[in-house]
Structure formats: C-alpha cells, structure tokens
C-alpha cells in the first residue's frame, strides 16, 4: 500500500532563508505547485492525501474543491505555516471543513514538528502523522520513536517511512537528490519490511526554484525541482504501478488497520 501525500501549504522557504516573502506571492507559487501534482495524479489515477493550511485553504478554495472532485483525502496542516500558534489544530479543522465541505480525519503538524497529542485527540481527529522517525540533524531527531503505525489512544499515529535499522529518510529531498534507481530500491525495501510506504511532498517542489536565486534557497532544495520534479513523481509512481502496489487515501488505511 502506498500513502502518498503532499503538504499543501503556502510558499514561505526564502523567509528561513531571510527573505521576506508576501503570502500572496507564496500563493502564487503553491497554487501552481498542487494543479500540476493533481494533473500527475489524474494522468497516473491513483489517489493521495493533501494536507491543507488554513492559510491555503482560505485563499485557494478552488483547488480545494478540484482536490475532492478528484477522488482525493483533505486533511489539516495547521493555519500559517510560518508562524503556528497554539490552537492551531482547532481552527486548521474549522477553516479546512468549513471551504472544502467534508470532514476531515487527519492532521500534521507544519515542518512535522511536535504537536500536542492532548488537541489532537480533543480536535477529534483519527490519525496524527507528525512524525518523522529519522535522524537529522537541526530538524528530527527521532532515533527511538516507532517507524511503523501505533495507537496512542483513540489515535492512530502515522509516520513517514525510513528505511529499516539505519533509518533513511524517503520523504521529499531524497526523490529530489538521490539517483531514482536509489530511491526506489529502499522504497522497495520498506515495502517489504513494513508492507506499506509513506511519503510526502509540497508543491513548491514543483515550481522552477532554479530560476529564483533571489530566493537563497539551498541547492539540494532547488535540485530537480519544477517540471524535472514533475517527471520523478510520474516515473515513482508508474514504478509502483508496475509492481501492482495500491495508493490508498490515510483515511483507508486507518480503516483497514483497525479492522
């Protein structure tokens, strides 16, 4: 089972960088971003999940409505996604329900940073997949935390894929850096161990990064961004297809595991 997600935020990477970057222009950048992963998801048809701002949802509700017509999963991905605030998980699901019209189960903390497990659990949410279970340095350092499913409680927690003992990270900046035949050859390793595989991406990936050194953003984030990323999603996911593995919506797979 593939659990292919995509944090659907508002462009903000040049203010970590010391750009001042209006949320208007960061629009502009996602808004574009998210229309060509949906085109790649529609031309490939699988389904995946979208993690949405409130910041997002408010000012893109077209796309939020294109993303359910479409047959995929809306979740929460707190309200700024610079600059979080404590309440964040209750007014994330209330902006997010109240423009796309249909609950949602699940949620991630911006930059999969801790988040209280308390508001999620009184949020009423299902699933919490703020995890990153690998070790990086200056971002997650998660060597002893579970790298497969469990229930806190009543919630389902739902990290992203590593790969087994050494825990490699195979979310967005690896299918960015790595060789594809690299990527894919863990990917299938944690298919094999774990039966499942979780990975995320936003949709700045897929705008031209290279063509804005204004932005100072590293080289390993600019590296096969825009249309060069466009073409390793399609290609990750017709390798997938061809080895008959199932996208599946995290709504499905909470179902599923708790049978």
């Not at 701002?53 to 479409?70: L, M, Q």
């Not at 991630?108 to 308390?118: L, T």
């Not at 932005?215 to 996911?237: A, E, T, W, Y």
Request: aromatic share 14%; with cysteine.
């Amino acid at each position: 089972m593939i659990l292919l997600s995509f944090d659907t935020e508002e462009f903000d990477v040049p203010r970590e960088h010391g750009v001042e970057y209006s949320l208007e222009d960061g629009m502009k950048v996602s808004i574009l971003g998210t229309n060509r992963i949906l085109d790649t998801l529609k031309t490939n048809n699988v389904k995946a999940t979208f993690f949405c701002t409130g910041n997002f949802a408010e000012n893109a509700p077209e796309v939020i409505k294109r993303i359910i017509d479409e047959g995929h999963e809306v979740a929460c991905h707190g309200v700024d996604h610079w600059r979080p605030n404590a309440n964040d998980v209750f007014r994330s699901k209330e902006i997010v329900e109240r423009v796309s019209g249909v609950k949602t189960r699940g949620y991630r903390q911006p930059r999969m940073f801790p988040v209280s497990d308390e508001d999620i659990e009184n949020a009423g949410f299902e699933y919490n997949s703020s995890l990153n279970p690998a070790f990086i340095p200056g971002r997650y350092m998660h060597l002893n935390t579970p790298r497969t499913y469990f229930m806190r409680k009543g919630v389902m927690e739902i990290p992203a894929s590593v790969t087994p003992i050494i825990r490699f990270p195979l979310f967005w900046l690896s299918l960015h850096n790595l060789p594809e035949s690299i990527y894919y050859w863990m990917t299938n390793r944690v298919l094999k161990h774990d039966g499942y595989f979780v990975t995320y991406f936003h949709p700045w990936e897929f705008y031209e990064l290279k063509q804005h050194p204004e932005f100072k953003m590293p080289f390993i984030i600019k590296n096969h961004s825009g249309l060069q990323m466009v073409q390793r999603l399609d290609r990750l996911i017709k390798h997938l297809k061809n080895k008959n593995e199932e996208f599946i919506t995290f709504s499905e797979f909470v179902e599923r595991k708790k049978v």
